[in-house]
């Protein structure tokens, strides 16, 4: 079946410094989207790229879809505490979304 | 209008006991997941909704786990004769079809189940 890779599983930066991460599958993806889980919370949607090489951008958050719709990356300029939580990408399967298996960012203050 | 809600949200149960959880979409949502999450880790996928059918149970970890949906709403997960490595938080999403290959749709969460056997 579909499987999306992560990558860092876990990130620690400092107040101010960027935050990227990674996600890779080994097939042509549909689409793919981006979640947000807060500490202690339930996951929550914040994007949907489609297009090959689409880049969108919310804030100090910077999503891209790789030209061969192979990988996604999600981008945090100047992180903030209220950045903490861990990110999943989530791709289009045959009937279901596949989620990746999160980075978990930590800032510290 | 409300979200995806999940009750209860806290769940304590001996081991050998049978639970069930339940899950209340989106009004209109067609399309009903299941997914379990373990302490620190990822979303694993259970089991899918259309409507009243679930047309795919292979996620389901065994056959002690059960799932229905009566009405193209409420939807219950059961798990029989519970073990402590079912212990997770399991959470349901709705959404307003089902995600394929032509078209994906933003996922709306609840704020899960916490379930833990002792």
């Known amino acids: 079946g579909q499987q999306v890779m992560q990558i860092p599983q876990y990130q620690h930066v400092q107040e101010g410094e960027d935050f990227t991460t990674y996600c890779n599958s080994s097939t042509t993806l549909s689409n793919i989207q981006w979640y947000k889980q807060r500490p202690g919370g339930h996951p929550v949607f914040l994007i949907q790229l489609v297009k090959s090489g689409e880049v969108k951008k919310q804030k100090r958050l910077t999503f891209q879809f790789g030209e061969a719709k192979k990988n996604s990356s999600l981008h945090i300029t100047a992180t903030q505490t209220t950045d903490v939580g861990t990110y999943f990408c989530a791709a289009t399967g045959a009937n279901n979304l596949f989620f990746g298996t999160g980075t978990r960012l930590t800032v510290i203050p | 209008g409300a979200g995806v809600s999940q009750s209860p949200s806290n769940k304590v149960t001996e081991k050998g006991k049978d639970v069930e959880l339940r899950c209340d979409p989106i009004?209109?949502?067609?399309?009903l997941y299941w997914y379990r999450q373990s302490l620190g880790q990822g979303l694993e996928f259970l089991i899918y909704f259309q409507g009243n059918s679930a047309p795919d149970k292979s996620g389901l970890p065994s056959d002690r786990f059960s799932a229905e949906r009566t009405g193209g709403s409420v939807s219950t997960l059961t798990i029989q004769r519970t073990q402590q490595e079912d212990s997770a938080v399991y959470l349901c999403?709705?959404?307003?079809?089902?995600?394929?290959?032509?078209?994906?749709?933003?996922?709306?969460f609840g704020p899960g189940t916490r379930l833990t056997v002792t």
């Open positions: 009004s209109g949502h067609t399309a």
């Open positions: 999403a709705s959404s307003l079809e089902v995600s394929g290959r032509s078209s994906s749709y933003e996922q709306y």
